[in-house]
């Protein structure tokens, strides 16, 4: 059975590959962070290579990317300021980035306790499967494990978590530098967040 937001996302991934067609994605190449060879676009989604022509997106697989990455990548093609907004010295969450109501805030707390639950009692485990995804660990005071990542070109995550102790559940967040969301909506932001969660856990 088919998801209704698989159905949604399917539905957006079409008319964005529709307007990719107008765009000239090797001019673009430099300003997003990729590279561009053999007639496509090259960008990295957590370390992994994707391949974007005008008539699909390939993950780093071979094989057609998921409507919801499809849909990320291409407003992050789409949406891409001609001047990069600077960094910023602040980390965000999901529900600081403005627009975020109240079901966002929902959506981040079932995100936290996915790699909450999949990680108590086994910090190294998530260090390794961060690793696989291009994740590099930070030393941050406060906290057991702190790891960067690179969702996109520019595009950084931060995942702060502290293993579970007595009388205290493990606690995990996941945090946007503030710039991201000139670069991207709440929904792609959500898009990667997700991703995030679910190749972290397998």
């Known amino acids: 059975m088919i998801h209704p937001e698989d159905a949604l996302f399917d539905e957006k991934a079409g008319g964005l590959l529709t307007k990719l067609k107008g765009v000239d994605l090797a001019s673009r190449a430099n300003a997003l962070g990729g590279t561009w ?8 989604l957590f370390g992994r290579p994707h391949r974007i022509t005008r008539e699909v997106i390939r993950d780093h697989e071979g094989n057609p990317a998921t409507p919801a990455v499809t849909v990320l990548l291409c407003r992050y093609i789409l ?31 079932n995100t936290r306790k ?9 910090p190294d485990s998530l260090a390794a499967a961060s690793a696989t995804l291009g994740g590099g660990v930070e030393s941050h005071r406060g906290y057991d494990l702190s790891i960067r990542f690179l ?14 102790e007595v009388g205290m559940p493990a606690q995990c967040a996941i945090l946007f530098d503030r710039s ?7 929904e792609c932001l959500s898009i990667i967040v997700t991703y995030l969660a679910g190749n972290l856990i397998g």
């Open 37 to 44: 060879a053999g007639e496509s676009l090259t960008l990295s």
């Open 151 to 164: 969702a996109l070109p520019r595009i950084p995550v931060l995942i702060h978590f502290n293993d579970a």
């Open 180 to 186: 991201a969301q000139d670069c991207l909506d709440l």
């Open 79 to 109: 949406s891409r300021p001609s001047e990069l907004p600077p960094a910023s010295p602040e980390w965000v969450t999901l529900r600081d980035i403005k627009g975020a109501g109240v079901l966002t805030s929902v959506f981040t707390d």
């Open 114 to 122: 996915i790699i909450e639950t999949a990680f108590t009692g086994h």
